[in-house]
Nanobody, 127 residues
Framework: QVQLVESGGGLVQAGGSLRLSCQAS????????MAWFRQAPGKEREFVAA????????SSADSVKGRFTISRDNAKNTMYLQMDNLKPEDTAVYSC????????????????????WGQGTQVTVST
């Protein structure tokens, strides 16, 4: 089992940047594929970006391509989401998720694929 804790959220003006972190504890972090999801008020949770256990493959939603970058540091048991050129529509609670997988190139985009979740961190982008 793995425990996940997000950090790095906050209030930022449109066009600004934030870096989210997802710290994992428990079993070997490099056994897990990871992802970021977000949920805005009144909306369903949606996929943002995902990464394989090694970091060799990633995938991101069309709405964030070119602006958000997912990465991980297995030595630090941490996954990151670098968010640049933020827009008001990026306002949401961002949660990280994990699932056991050592497949080298399979990236999971569906929230139902994930077994472990963090509590989330609020990101608010003002105009």
């Amino acid at each position: 089992q793995v425990q996940l804790v997000e950090s790095g959220g906050g209030l930022v003006q449109a066009g600004g940047s934030l870096r989210l972190s997802c710290q994992a504890s428990g079993r070997a972090f490099d056994n897990y594929a990871m992802a970021w999801f977000r949920q805005a008020p009144g909306k369903e949770r949606e996929f943002v970006a995902a990464i394989t256990w090694s970091g060799s493959s990633t995938s991101s939603a069309d709405s964030v391509k070119g602006r958000f970058t997912i990465s991980r540091d297995n030595a630090k048991n941490t996954m990151y989401l670098q968010m640049d050129n933020l827009k008001p529509e990026d306002t949401a609670v961002y949660s990280c998720a994990a699932r056991l997988s050592r497949l080298p190139s399979v990236v999971y985009r569906d929230q139902q694929d994930y077994d472990y979740w963090g509590q989330g961190t609020q990101v608010t982008v003002s105009t």
